[in-house]
């Protein structure tokens, strides 16, 4: 379990919040299990379970999961008052992380994977890392590029493929 802190500053994310939070949204996915495994056949068939069964019983286990982790979060509520789970400064490496990722994902889906990695794998060693141009455009453009060998010529495996691959013949 992470380490919390006690003082609740300004730019702060209560722990209470967000265990609520965390809590309803196990509660919600499971539902969406429940409701989808219902869809398919959570029942036991002629010839043994059907296929939505055993998600069926996961997700009553993760809405029931989410449901008591909010429900004790209540519960301790007054007990939990001032403790901080992260300060919006010690977010910000996360951050820093986590939203060129995001970028990163949706890069893909407009200008395919191997020029999105080469842009994403750039953009770290620069920002990131601090290294130089010359070492940057070797990896960035090298991994790709071995990648692409590897999975499009060898394996035959297609990988999503944006405008460049296409202008190229791929």
Not at 50 to 76: C, D, E, M, V
Not at 85 to 102: E, G, R, S
Request: glycine share 12%; net charge positive; hydrophobic share 50%.
């Amino acid at each position: 379990m992470t380490e919390e802190r006690e003082t609740p500053a300004g730019g702060s994310v209560p722990t209470r919040w967000l265990e609520v939070a965390v809590g309803l949204m196990f509660v919600v996915v499971g539902l969406v299990v429940v409701v989808d495994s219902n869809r398919v056949g959570a029942s036991w068939g002629d010839d043994g379970p059907k296929s939505g069964y055993f998600p069926n019983i996961i997700g009553w286990i993760l809405a029931g999961s989410g449901a008591w982790i909010a429900g004790q979060t209540i519960h301790r509520w007054k007990r939990l008052a001032g403790q901080v789970f992260v300060t919006y400064a010690d977010f910000k490496p996360v951050l820093a992380m986590v939203l060129p990722t995001i970028g990163y994902v949706i890069l893909i889906k407009l200008i395919g994977i191997y020029v999105a990695s080469a842009v994403f794998i750039a953009g770290f060693m620069l920002v990131q890392g601090k290294y130089r141009w010359l070492p940057t455009l070797c990896v960035s453009l090298g991994v790709p590029g071995v990648l692409f060998a590897l999975f499009e010529i060898w394996f035959l495996v297609p990988l999503p493929k944006g405008p460049l691959e296409r202008m190229l013949g791929y």
